[in-house]
């Protein structure tokens, strides 16, 4: 009964591969998003989904791409991994069209980058 | 573009004392929601507590309850009776509503650590 789920919550790669992080939530949300923690525990926004279109795009480099192939799912490819890359990273959803304005999060997936 | 402080990195409390841990916001928006999230060692992160900048009295929640001051921009959290599971690092978080879109912005956090 996860509400909101990411695998994998580990991922070991080398420099200059491409992989990706899935995200799904099962409660009825109509946004996701993902964001990035550092190793000084920053949470920075990177992308979020109303509805699968793009409303909000910080400035990360294009390498990132968020990929929703329907409401319940928010994934997140990387090409070319850097060794900055590592952190943590979450996925999270929220409800505003039905006023639920607070995100859950998922379980993060520590991503290293070697 | 919209700030949250979080002046205190570290902070510690004794068992079944109380702490407060300290928020400020810089926006010119009047429609807009605060919370906290805590993260423990676990690294998941939850929900605390939520407030409504347009009501003027203080979220609670069993243990935790907030003082927003909305005109001083202060949303400070208060833990009473703390208990050895509330140590874990706690992120103050400010929601804007706007055109485009609602946005989050996080504090830095305080990390704090209950002593038994």
């Known amino acids: ?3 909101v789920s990411q695998t994998p919550k580990y991922l070991v790669t080398q420099m200059g591969n491409d992989k990706s992080i899935k995200c799904e939530q099962n409660l009825g949300h109509d946004t996701m998003y993902w964001y990035k923690q550092d190793s000084k525990k920053f949470l920075k926004i990177m992308f979020s989904y109303n509805n699968k279109e793009l409303i909000i795009n910080e400035t990360v480099p294009n390498r990132f ?3 929703s192939p329907d409401k319940a799912h928010l994934n997140l490819h990387i090409n070319s991994l850097e060794l900055g890359d590592s952190a943590v990273y979450f996925c999270a959803s929220s409800h ?15 991503l290293t980058v070697t | 573009a919209q700030t949250v402080t979080q002046s205190q990195p570290e ?20 429609n807009y929601y605060l919370f906290w999230y805590k993260q423990p060692p676990s690294r998941q992160m939850i929900l605390v507590i939520r407030q409504e900048a347009y009501k003027q009295q203080n979220a609670t929640e069993n243990r935790f309850s907030v003082n927003f001051q909305k005109a001083a921009k202060s949303f400070s959290l208060k ?4 208990q050895l599971g509330d140590t874990a690092m706690y992120f103050c978080a400010f929601m804007g509503r706007w055109n485009t879109g609602n946005q989050f912005y996080f504090g830095t956090g305080t990390s704090l650590t209950v002593i038994p």
């Open chain 1, 1 to 3: 009964d996860t509400a």
């Open chain 1, 65 to 67: 791409s968020p990929k």
């Open chain 1, 96 to 110: 505003p069209s039905g006023g639920i304005y607070e995100q859950y999060f998922g379980p993060g997936t520590r």
């Open chain 2, 11 to 30: 902070m510690s409390v004794q068992e079944a004392e109380t702490v407060t841990l300290s928020c400020t916001y810089d926006t010119s928006e009047n």
């Open chain 2, 79 to 82: 833990i009473s009776d703390s």
